[in-house]
């Protein structure tokens, strides 16, 4: 009876070891980092799903697998209707946890985010930021980005304008527009007049994701919006 006891306390042991960190130590961990996001970005909805086989990984500061999903967060005044983070072997600062319930990231073995930012989200942040006045607005298609609208000239005189260009990304996390060509009824104007757009229409976007190390590495172009796809720099 004795012997039959002992198994029991023994299974119920084993089974509390297993148990315990993914019963209590995984969902702190998402806890927190839902709570670090909501006080980054000021989110009402995030989702964030965390594999960790045994639990206990997360006791060494790691986490096996994490995806964590947001809508419409706001990144440097832009709204970015859609973001993705998927990430495998992440490694955060398990002292940090314990001892004041923040998630510090340390480095990954594999991190990506894609970020969805709309046409409109992206005309509203140029018109706030850039052109009050709503002359230009942004056209976003398959392989192409372009501002178009009508632009003050001398004496008061506006004129209809079609300015092409593309994104350059400037130090891994920034993207500017940098025009190209500039046209009026289908005539081509002086490459001077490109150097007025860029002084005055200067678009600059801040894509600087938390305090993840993460670079924008491509950028896809679709029928009003654009897709941006950044990976973590070691």
């Not at 319930?101 to 942040?125: I, M, P, Q, R, W």
């Amino acid at each position: 009876m004795k012997r039959n006891w002992l198994v029991v306390v023994l299974a119920l042991l084993v089974l509390g070891i297993v148990a315990i960190p993914r019963l209590v130590i995984v969902p702190r961990v998402i806890q927190v980092i839902e709570a670090e996001l909501n006080k980054e970005f000021d989110l009402a909805n995030v989702k964030v799903q965390m594999k960790a086989p045994l639990g206990w990984e997360l006791l060494l500061g790691r986490i096996p697998q994490l995806r964590v999903e947001v809508e419409n967060i706001e990144i440097d005044g832009l709204i970015v209707a859609h973001t993705i983070i998927n990430g495998k072997n992440i490694f955060f600062d398990i002292r940090s946890l314990r001892q004041r319930n923040e998630y510090v990231f340390k480095g990954a073995d594999f991190l990506v985010a894609h970020l969805t930012v709309k046409e409109s989200d992206l005309n509203n942040f140029f018109w706030h930021e850039i052109d009050p006045n709503e002359f230009l607005q942004i056209r976003i298609a398959t392989d192409d980005i372009s501002l178009e609208g009508k632009i003050p000239i001398f004496g008061g005189l506006q004129v209809g304008v079609s300015v092409h260009g593309y994104l350059d990304i400037i130090d891994g996390s920034y993207l500017r527009f940098v025009p190209k060509d500039i046209e009026v009824r289908d005539t081509k104007l002086p490459s001077s007049l490109l150097e007025v757009v860029k002084d005055n229409y200067d678009l600059k976007l801040d894509l600087g994701l938390l305090s993840y190390p993460l670079k924008i590495s491509q950028i896809i172009l679709l029928e009003r919006e654009m897709q941006i796809k950044m990976e973590v720099v070691q």
